[in-house]
């Protein structure tokens, strides 16, 4: 597909229909023809391109291609395309573990080709093999072959089907009397142990010969801590089989397994000669010495190895807002894995091939001139002169699609000595309670929340230090190599930026009459009732809400005269948290967050579930699983500690929640509930403080729901003294917050706990 029309020798516009693309939507196709490049080698041409005038990139299927009967191989950091002769077509360069390709840079291009002659009729005649293909062509056997020119490439199919074993040769040295035999009658595999004490011993006392080697499977019973110790102790050596492989024992089974799996080296067996095989589709490890190795191919991590089948194309028919849609073909997966490539280059000779990354640079320094944050001066003779280095990055908004590309000049702050570079370097960064507190209040109140993004923040913060850093690289100042800038303002990489420019944004929001919040340092209030102001500061972004639009509007408008800022309008996404404002509310979501851990996981293609796990799951004895050691699992995860679990609402949104192990050991469930009915207070203590920051003052108590009544009645009365006089500060702390009138703790079922979300298993209710 492509977005440029120029691009087309032969385009048919009366082909119109609509394409699904990656997020669910639908863009227009204006059209399909014949694209015309020009390279080194002639004229080529690509056939069947999509005119999609809505996208931003020219996308290339890599399916496509496959179908076509192209070859893609993946190997030292290199992309390569063959055709079906083997003949290269694209090498392109893996950068920044992607790899993109530049038609008009690289002067490569794809073009029309078919499945090769060989690899055909193998498959019409249903996997033959290749001499006999080269013998039914030189007969004339069947009408209508080719001339088979090409070798027949290794097929996964002929490997499921037509795997053989390997032979066993035969050794120099043959036991005697192998075929002696002794029957044992066993109630359990349990007594294979100690009935192999037994015969161990009257076998070396028949035979004076003692037993110095035993060769068994991978039987539990030959397998266990047991058997090891006795072997162990009696200086036995015990080898194992390599699975699937009775032939090693002496004795032959035929199977009616599948013949063949397929698998990825990894390494040798060190308890048996076998190799080790990595079965990425289900985890597990296989040991097997017979294996076939295809050097020539690469395991596809992005999903299970499927037959490279011939495919039909699937259309369907659906109606967009009423508008008659024909031939609409879902490209969903195709579009998601031809996506356009995000490059961050890790070093500045990287970085300076690319017209957008250098802009990025000269923007930066732009910045930094701007803001008089260095001058140019001559070497010091007894001063450390810090290095600095570039850092790219690709900002993105919620959906994806690139923001801009940001170069950033870092300096290289570990080689900062404290006490001489640095004093200080605490900044306070606001709490995501505290955001999410601020959203439900202007959901309740019908506000409006605005996002701020200063740039190059850390810039403007002043340096108390004398600071030299080197020039960057690539633009020294020509004839002035050897001289340093002198520091006026802090830079990215210093251990005290973030201080100093914290230090700059408190100061400047005093001035304007904003007041601090005692209780979080980053929240800042001006103004009361239908004329207030509230300001939240993460780092470089300032979120800003009020009662007044006229007052908010100016407060930003006076911000920009200070600050180099970006007014990105609505908050929609902070922090991986996509925020959606409307009349009806404010919803928060994390869809891009949760598709890139299902990507990273490879389970975007997995089935969905109501629920993240079942609430009355049923373990049995044996599950099928592989056993562990009861008692190192035991000592691993058991350290005898409750979690509290908690969560706060205002209005109809829970904006704080929390659900960890408590510090002490409770010897009860009384005491349990009592430490998290305390933890439960301290937070609505300080949520209750935040709320009269913001001219909120609470005047009634704040209600704690608490499942279990003894908890409460020790919160009110002196009950229980034997069981709660080893923690009286907790005590009496609860008990005067409630007696000051700041909280209420109050019995609910534990069925109605709205908290239980935190730390236990969910319905789909």
């Not at 005290?496 to 929240?523: C, M, N």
């Not at 005047?699 to 003894?710: K, L, M, R, S, Y």
């Given at each position: ?311 039909v194309p699937q259309y369907f028919d659906e109606d967009i807002d009423d508008v008659p849609v024909r031939g609409i073909r879902s490209l969903s997966d195709v ?431």
């Amino acid at each position: 597909m492509t977005n440029d029309q120029e691009l087309f020798k032969e385009l048919d516009k009366t082909i119109i229909s609509k394409v699904k693309i990656g997020n669910g939507e639908f863009i227009s196709v204006k059209g399909k023809g014949t694209v015309a490049i020009e390279s080194i080698t002639g004229l080529k041409y690509i056939t069947d391109v999509l005119y999609v005038p809505d996208i931003d990139q020219n996308l290339l299927s890599v399916g496509q291609l496959i179908e076509k009967g192209f070859k893609v191989i993946f190997e030292d950091k290199w992309c390569m395309i063959k055709d079906a002769k083997g003949r290269d077509v694209f090498k392109v360069k893996m950068r920044a573990k992607s790899f993109a390709l530049n038609l008009m840079e690289d002067e490569q291009i794809a073009f029309s080709s078919t499945v090769s002659n060989a690899e055909l009729w193998h498959r019409r005649l249903g996997h033959f093999h290749h001499v006999g293909l080269l013998y039914m062509q030189k007969q004339n056997l069947v009408k209508g072959v080719p001339l088979l020119e090409d070798k027949l490439a290794d097929c996964v199919a002929c490997q499921y089907g037509k795997q053989t074993r390997r032979p066993f040769p035969q050794t120099a040295w043959r036991a005697m009397h192998k075929l002696f035999c002794w029957i044992y009658f066993l109630k359990s595999k349990s007594e294979v142990a100690n009935v192999f004490w037994k015969y161990k011993a009257w076998v070396e006392n028949q035979s004076s010969c003692r037993m110095q080697k035993i060769r068994s499977n991978n039987g539990k019973e030959y397998t266990n801590e047991i058997f090891d110790k006795f072997c162990e102790k009696a200086d036995i050596e015990h080898q194992l089989t390599t699975p699937y492989t009775p032939q090693q024992n002496g004795v032959k089974r035929d199977k009616l397994d599948k013949k063949a799996e397929p698998g990825v080296f990894i390494g040798y067996s060190n308890s048996s000669k076998a190799y080790r095989i990595f079965q990425p589709q289900n985890g597990k490890i296989l040991v097997s010495r017979d294996v076939k190795f295809m050097e020539d191919r690469q395991w596809n991590w992005e999903e299970s190895i499927k037959m490279k089948l011939p495919k039909v194309p699937q259309y369907f028919d659906e109606d967009i807002d009423d508008v008659p849609v024909r031939g609409i073909r879902s490209l969903s997966d195709v579009y998601e894995r031809n996506n356009v490539a995000v490059f961050e280059p890790a070093e500045f000779e990287e970085a300076k091939k690319d017209d957008k990354w250098i802009e990025a640079m000269k923007e930066e320094l732009r910045m930094i001139e701007k803001n008089d944050t260095w001058e140019l001066v001559d070497r010091p003779q007894h001063r450390k002169v810090i290095g600095v280095k570039w850092v790219y990055r690709t900002k993105l908004n919620a959906d994806g699609s690139v923001n801009k590309y940001k170069a950033r000049l870092v300096v290289k702050g570990y080689s900062q000595v404290f006490g001489v570079d640095f004093s200080e370097n605490f900044a306070p960064v606001a709490r995501l309670d505290t955001i999410r507190m601020l959203l439900a209040l202007t959901a309740q109140k019908g506000w409006k929340t605005y996002q701020l993004d200063v740039k190059s923040a850390f810039l403007n913060g002043y340096l108390q230090e004398e600071i030299y850093v080197e020039q960057p690289e690539g633009f020294q100042v020509k004839g002035q190599e050897e001289k340093v800038y002198l520091l006026k303002k802090a830079l990215y990489g210093l251990k005290q930026a973030p201080r100093a420019w914290y230090s700059r944004i408190d100061e400047h929001l005093q001035s304007l009459g904003f007041v601090k919040s005692p209780s979080e340092a980053t929240l800042y209030v001006k103004g009361t009732d239908a004329n207030l102001i509230v300001v939240s500061v993460y780092v470089d972004d300032l979120l800003v809400t009020g009662s007044n639009e006229k007052l908010v509007k100016e407060f930003k408008a006076e911000m920009l005269k200070v600050f180099e800022m970006t007014d990105l309008g609505l908050m929609s996404y902070f922090l991986g948290m996509e925020v959606k404002q409307d009349h009806d509310g404010v919803f928060i979501s994390q869809k891009k967050y949760a598709k890139e851990i299902l990507n990273k996981f490879h389970m975007d293609d997995c089935k969905r579930t109501s629920t993240p796990m079942n609430q009355k799951e049923k373990f049995s004895k044996d599950d099928g699983t592989e056993k562990v050691d009861e008692s190192q699992y035991r000592s691993s995860i058991d350290d005898m500690r409750s979690t509290t679990g908690f969560c706060f609402s205002f209005g109809s949104g829970i904006f704080s929640w929390s659900s960890k192990k408590q510090d002490v050991i409770a010897q009860s469930t009384v005491e349990a509930e009592y430490v998290a009915a305390n933890a439960t207070v301290n937070q609505a203590i300080w949520i209750r403080k935040i709320l009269a920051d913001l001219h909120m003052k609470q005047n009634e108590p704040t209600q704690i729901h608490v499942d279990n009544q003894a908890a409460i009645a020790i919160s009110n009365d002196s009950v229980f003294h034997g069981k709660t006089k080893h923690f009286k500060i907790k005590l009496y702390h609860l008990r005067e917050e409630q007696k000051d009138g700041e909280v209420k703790l109050l019995y609910c079922k534990t069925e109605d706990q709205n908290c239980r979300c935190v730390n236990q298993g969910s319905t789909k209710s």
